[in-house]
């Protein structure tokens, strides 16, 4: 098994293990340090983004929603977390040179054309959905994928299986063609 | 920066230095394992989950961390995860990897971004409808598998492993 990939990237299995051994390590960390075991997920740090954009324009409406006030709208753990993942995928793909401006991606621009406004479109729209999706579920790939997953989490058995599903059916009627 | 802060911010770093070094969280690699085309994610992830496991439940034996289950509200877990599914398949990120992807020169992941920023006002506004509705079906609690099944945690992670290991060797034979 080569430990490097084509693409020049890591081994998927080994980059893999290490998120593993990252996972093990902020559990321990998040326990000591802020005495609460904290697990890693993404997804409800939008909600606290949208929660503050949306306090600029009408804050009475935030501070009265049931939703946002259960969620804290802070600059938390996760928060950091975010905008650390955002630095770390900078420094990696800067150092090793696989940093590449993309506006369209190719599977989509070979079905859509290379239309920034459609791909625009098409995942702004799907991130909409996307969203409401893991805040109903609570938890996205990393939330219940990753942390669920490794707790045997009933519900992130059920959740992972009919992301994949879902995912799968959609990804088939989007972007395969008919065989004409 | 308080503690909370600094500490969330150097996983992040190494989180998305590893998600980037992995290669998974380009569209090409999320919608390729969506048509079972390239499963480069569920390498990564699986993998990510064997090892996690077994030090996060050696942890708590030992007394030093806490689970944090999500709870297994059927209606919405079924629904949300849905939901998810299709809108991943379009959007091609997924919460985590859409702010990595920009890191890495994916500038079309600001549009997911911005998607996903009104999805979460979207349904902070439907919040209260769902609780009343799906919410309120049937919810199971915060429940492990182990306790569902009443099966020690310790005999269902090697049929984990070895379920997981059967499935990276298909993966390699077919070259996904």
């Known amino acids: 098994m080569k430990l490097k990939t084509k693409d020049g990237g890591w081994n998927p299995y080994f980059a893999g293990a290490l998120v593993g051994i990252l996972a093990i390590a902020s559990v321990c960390a998040t326990t000591e340090l802020m005495g609460k075991t904290n697990y890693l997920g993404a997804s409800t740090t939008f909600v606290r983004v949208a929660g503050f954009v949306e306090k600029v324009f009408a804050s009475e409406h935030v501070a009265q929603n049931a939703y946002f006030a259960a969620t804290k709208i802070k600059v938390d753990w996760q928060f950091m977390l975010i905008i650390g993942i955002f630095l770390g995928s900078l420094i990696s793909s800067l150092t090793d040179k696989s940093f590449q401006v993309e506006k369209v991606p190719p599977i989509w621009r070979e079905r859509f054309g290379s239309s920034m406004t459609k791909r625009g479109a098409g995942a702004f729209l799907g991130g909409i959905v996307a969203m409401i999706g893991a805040r109903l579920a609570d938890g996205c790939p990393s939330g219940h994928g990753l942390s669920g997953m490794m707790q045997l989490s009933a519900s992130s058995f059920v959740a992972l299986a009919l992301f994949f599903a879902a995912g799968a059916l959609t990804a088939a009627l989007v972007y395969r063609r008919r065989a004409s | 920066?308080?503690?909370?802060?600094?500490?969330?911010?150097?996983?992040?770093?190494?989180?998305?230095?590893?998600?980037?070094?992995?290669?998974?969280?380009?569209?090409?690699?999320?919608?390729?394992?969506?048509?079972?085309?390239?499963?480069?994610?569920?390498?990564?992830?699986?993998?990510?989950?064997?090892?996690?496991?077994?030090?996060?439940?050696?942890?708590?034996?030992?007394?030093?961390?806490?689970?944090?289950?999500?709870?297994?509200?059927?209606?919405?877990?079924?629904?949300?995860?849905?939901?998810?599914?299709?809108?991943?398949?379009?959007?091609?990120?997924?919460?985590?990897?859409?702010?990595?992807?920009?890191?890495?020169?994916?500038?079309?992941?600001?549009?997911?971004?911005?998607?996903?920023?009104?999805?979460?006002?979207?349904?902070a506004e439907l919040y209260p409808f769902l609780q009343a509705t799906v919410m309120a079906w049937q919810d199971f609690g915060k429940i492990s598998l182990p306790g569902a099944l009443g099966i020690s945690r310790w005999v269902l992670v090697p049929i984990f492993w070895a379920a997981t290991i059967g499935l990276f060797v298909v993966f390699e034979k077919k070259g996904l």
Do not use: Y
């Open chain 2, 1 to 123: 920066m308080s503690i909370d802060q600094i500490l969330g911010l150097i996983t992040g770093v190494v989180f998305g230095f590893l998600l980037q070094k992995g290669r998974v969280i380009r569209f090409e690699k999320q919608i390729g394992a969506l048509l079972i085309k390239d499963m480069t994610i569920f390498k990564f992830m699986l993998s990510s989950i064997l090892v996690g496991m077994v030090g996060i439940f050696i942890l708590s034996d030992m007394g030093i961390i806490t689970f944090s289950h999500k709870p297994l509200n059927v209606g919405a877990v079924v629904i949300g995860a849905i939901l998810f599914g299709i809108g991943w398949a379009v959007m091609g990120f997924c919460p985590g990897t859409s702010v990595a992807a920009v890191g890495e020169g994916r500038v079309h992941a600001l549009f997911a971004i911005a998607g996903m920023l009104v999805g979460a006002a979207v349904f």
